[in-house]
T-cell receptor
Framework: DAKTTQPTSMDCAEGRAANLPCNHSTISGNEYVYWYRQIHSQGPQYIIH???NNETNEMASLIITEDRKSSTLILPHATLRDTAVYYCIVRVFSGNTPLVFGKGTRLSVIA | DVKVTQSSRYLVKRTGEKVFLECVQD?????MFWYRQDPGLGLRLIYFSYDVKMKEKGDIPEGYSVSREKKERFSLILESASTNQTSMYLCASRTAYTGELFFGEGSRLTVL
């Protein structure tokens, strides 16, 4: 699976959009981009995934660049409860290979 | 809703004890995983299983074993607990067809 690079930490004001970047310059054509988050003392939680088109669900939006070498997770109106570590992971859609988690980005939403 | 249940939220054991961490999922998922999480090191994969009675080593299998006798249950075993195995242990499951992992709440193990 391709490697990802994320900033170590970010701050965001409550109510503003949080934009979390991820670089995956070695992504292959059949690899998807997945985002998970982990709130303190809980297990990670799936947020969203995408291949090349932008995706949106009730939690977030995922914007993938045309060359697929980077992506941005957008939390449109961040709340204090969105404070967490966010993981960007690249892997093929199906199959038995496990997800490999990096260090992620620690997002702090500030009142 | 998918539920992944870990048997104990907090455990305290002594060095040399045999420790069992149990994980049960209720969605008929083929794949199950055990990770450990330590400050500054992120989540590291210990073992995974892609089907009943199948197991594969992850990145840090030393000192651990696993058992998957039934599809819904995946057990992590510390044959002789050591202090460096003090950690948060996270179980996860998924179908073989998507990348979406479902995690349990975690088991925080302290070995004295």
């Amino acid at each position: 699976d391709a490697k990802t690079t994320q900033p170590t930490s970010m701050d965001c004001a409550e109510g503003r959009a949080a934009n979390l970047p991820c670089n995956h310059s070695t992504i292959s054509g059949n690899e998807y981009v997945y985002w998970y988050r982990q709130i303190h003392s809980q297990g990670p939680q799936y947020i969203i995934h995408g291949l090349k088109n932008n995706e949106t669900n009730e939690m977030a939006s995922l914007i993938i660049t045309e060359d697929r070498k980077s992506s941005t997770l957008i939390l449109p109106h961040a709340t204090l409860r969105d404070t967490a570590v966010y993981y960007c992971i690249v892997r093929v859609f199906s199959g038995n290979t496990p997800l490999v988690f990096g260090k992620g980005t620690r997002l702090s939403v500030i009142a | 809703d998918v539920k992944v249940t870990q048997s104990s939220r907090y455990l305290v054991k002594r060095t040399g004890e045999k420790v069992f961490l149990e994980c049960v999922q209720d969605m008929d998922h083929e794949n199950m995983f055990w990770y450990r999480q330590d400050p500054g090191l992120g989540l590291r994969l210990i073992y995974f299983s892609y089907d009943v009675k199948m197991k594969e080593k992850g990145d840090i299998p030393e000192g651990y074993s696993v058992s998957r006798e039934k599809k819904e249950r995946f057990s992590l075993i510390l044959e002789s607990a050591s202090t460096n195995q003090t950690s948060m242990y996270l179980c996860a499951s998924r179908t073989a067809y998507t990348g979406e992992l479902f995690f349990g709440e975690g088991s925080r193990l302290t070995v004295l």
